[in-house]
Each structure stands twice: as structure tokens, then as C-alpha cells.
């Protein structure tokens, strides 16, 4: 059973997380009326070259959000922060017959950290590594939290609502 202060680390990150999923946008005055530690401007210029380097991606200002549109499926990547620099990548395709396998989603998982995280924080072969030795915990039903090295949390949520499927990597580091 977790420790109350890596639950209580847990929901804060995931609340920042969530602000970041958000959309709301960083701009640069925001960044220093917030005394941030990481360099927001280096996110725009990072989404700008992931929006150059792969196809069918464009940067969503309004959102904060590169989206990259594959057939069916659309892929979302945000970034940033200002206390804890973080990586969401969410996955939204139809769901296929029946719920998913855990191991489908643990794929799909390594997956979007291999292509969108770009090694950054946290390397693809990590986060298979965890899964192939058991070094995660399914919270609600549908939320693992993994135990990777180099960041504070790492989660992959799923979830199958309005006839698709959903799969969100999350991790940051402080």
C-alpha cells in the first residue's frame, strides 16, 4: 500500500497534469508572472519541430497542444510547466470489439513514449522494462501507476467512452 505522502504527490501531480491537459495555453508573460523554472518558450520552439518532423502534426495554440492526425486515430502531446516539467500523450482511436487487453494497452503505451516522448525524461525501453517486471499498480480500474526511473510518476490511463478508445501516458519529473 502506498505511503500518504506518495498518494499526496500522486494527486498533486496529477493535478498539475491536469491543468496542462487542460489547454490552457503558457504564453511568456504568464511564465514569468509564475517564476517558472523551465524555459517556455524552448516548449514552443520543441512543438514546432516535432510539428516539422512528423506528418499530419500541427501546433494547436489555442489548446498548447501539437495534434497529429493518423487515419482514424488522433494523437495529442502537451508539455511543459513551471515546478514540474511534464509529458502527456494521449491516444483517442475507435475502440475495437470488447474492452482492451492490458497488455494491448500497455503497448500502445510503450508505443507513444517511444515516438512522441523522444527519450525525453524517460526512455521507451524504461517503461517496458517496468511493465515486463511488474513494477506497476492499477489504481480505479483503469489507471496504472508505473515505477520508472527518472520520474516522479508515470501513469497510463485508459478508457472506452462514447465508441472510443482512449489511452493517455502522463509522467513529470520536478
Do not use: K
Amino acid at each position: 500500500m502506498p505511503r500518504p505522502a506518495a498518494v499526496l504527490a500522486v494527486l498533486a501531480a496529477l493535478a498539475i497534469l491536469a491543468l496542462l491537459a487542460a489547454g490552457a495555453p503558457v504564453t511568456a508573460a504568464t511564465a514569468a508572472d509564475e517564476d517558472c523554472i523551465f524555459d517556455q518558450a524552448a516548449q514552443l520552439a520543441r512543438y514546432r519541430e516535432l510539428e516539422q518532423g512528423i506528418q499530419g502534426a500541427r501546433y494547436d495554440a489555442a489548446d498548447g497542444a501539437l495534434v497529429i492526425a493518423r487515419g482514424a486515430a488522433t494523437i495529442t502531446v502537451r508539455r511543459g510547466g513551471c515546478v514540474h516539467f511534464g509529458l502527456t500523450i494521449t491516444h483517442e482511436s475507435p475502440a475495437p470489439a470488447g474492452a482492451p487487453e492490458r497488455d494491448a494497452v500497455f503497448a500502445r503505451a510503450v508505443a507513444l513514449v517511444a515516438e512522441f516522448g523522444g527519450g525525453e525524461l524517460v526512455s521507451a525501453d524504461a517503461v517496458a522494462a517496468a511493465i515486463r517486471n511488474g513494477d506497476f499498480a492499477l489504481e480505479a480500474g483503469q489507471v496504472y501507476y508505473l515505477r520508472v526511473p527518472g520520474v516522479e510518476v508515470f501513469s497510463i490511463m485508459w478508457g472506452i467512452a462514447d465508441g472510443g478508445l482512449t489511452v493517455e501516458v502522463a509522467y513529470y519529473i520536478n
